[in-house]
């Protein structure tokens, strides 16, 4: 089976500047995450998705993030306006049940961001 | 609230000795645990999982996680190293009681095998 996909896989922007993020999870997935993996660091969950309706977003910084999940399908995470805090890999995952907490996450490549 | 952690940054193994990537964890229910390996310039891979009974568990590459409730460890382990191994490790945990919605990484730990 097809992976999950994430574009771009790099990104530059300067601070105050908006950038977002795309994600393909694998095919019949129910549940999509984001997550924000700062060099040196796990990741951490930013939200969670499961099919089209947010399940856990009590990490996303709300004032200036945002996520939306299509159809329950590809979703975007979008950063406005940045900050060089901001600056990190932000990495996108699925898991095959809905409210699955037994299930195995499966990681796209990421996309690394450089706020300048 | 849960937490995870794994107390060594980096550990150097020779190929061909047993490895051990230590972790700790904090749940007030059952806990759900994984390991996921990180390659350089990659996402992270699931190499296994502890969700309840034998408290020796089997994943990808020859690896095994040892359960152990009694010291909240589940350590990573390998008997002979490879240096194809070198990469990232994270351990995770999930609160199973709650339906474990939020799964929380450990820092992680960098695997060295030199030849």
């Known amino acids: 089976e097809a992976g999950v996909a994430q574009s771009p896989r790099y990104k530059i922007i300067e601070k105050r500047q908006s950038v977002a993020f795309w994600c393909n999870p694998i095919?019949?997935?129910?549940?999509l995450y984001w997550y924000q993996q700062i060099l040196g660091q796990g990741p951490k969950l930013l939200i969670q998705?499961?099919?089209?309706?947010?399940?856990?977003d009590s990490q996303l910084p709300k004032d200036r993030f945002s996520a939306e999940r299509l159809k329950g399908v590809d979703s975007t995470l979008k950063i406005q306006p940045a900050k060089l805090e901001d600056s990190a890999v932000y990495l996108c995952?699925?898991?095959?049940?809905?409210?699955?907490?037994?299930?195995?996450?499966?990681f796209g490549p990421g996309t690394r961001l450089t706020v300048l | 609230a849960q937490s995870v952690a794994q107390p060594e940054d980096q550990v150097n193994v020779a190929e061909g000795n047993p490895l051990t990537v230590k972790c700790t964890y904090s749940?007030?229910?059952?806990?759900?645990l994984f390991w996921y390996v990180q390659y350089p310039n990659r996402g992270l891979q699931f190499l296994l999982k502890?969700?309840?009974?034998?408290?020796l568990v089997k994943g990808s590459y020859g690896f095994e996680a040892e359960f152990n409730k009694s010291q909240t460890s589940f350590h990573l382990k390998k008997p002979s190293a490879l240096v194809s191994d070198s990469a990232l490790y994270f351990c995770?945990?999930?609160?199973?009681?709650?339906?474990?919605?939020?799964?929380?990484f450990g820092a992680g730990t960098r695997l060295f095998v030199k030849a």
């Open positions: 995952a699925s898991s095959r049940t809905s409210g699955g907490a037994r299930d195995e996450q499966f």
């Open positions: 095919s019949g997935h129910a549940t």
């Open positions: 998705f499961q099919n089209n309706g947010v399940v856990d």
């Open positions: 749940v007030s229910g059952n806990p759900y």
């Open positions: 502890y969700i309840t009974g034998d408290n």
């Open positions: 995770a945990v999930r609160e199973g009681n709650t339906g474990g919605f939020k799964t929380i």
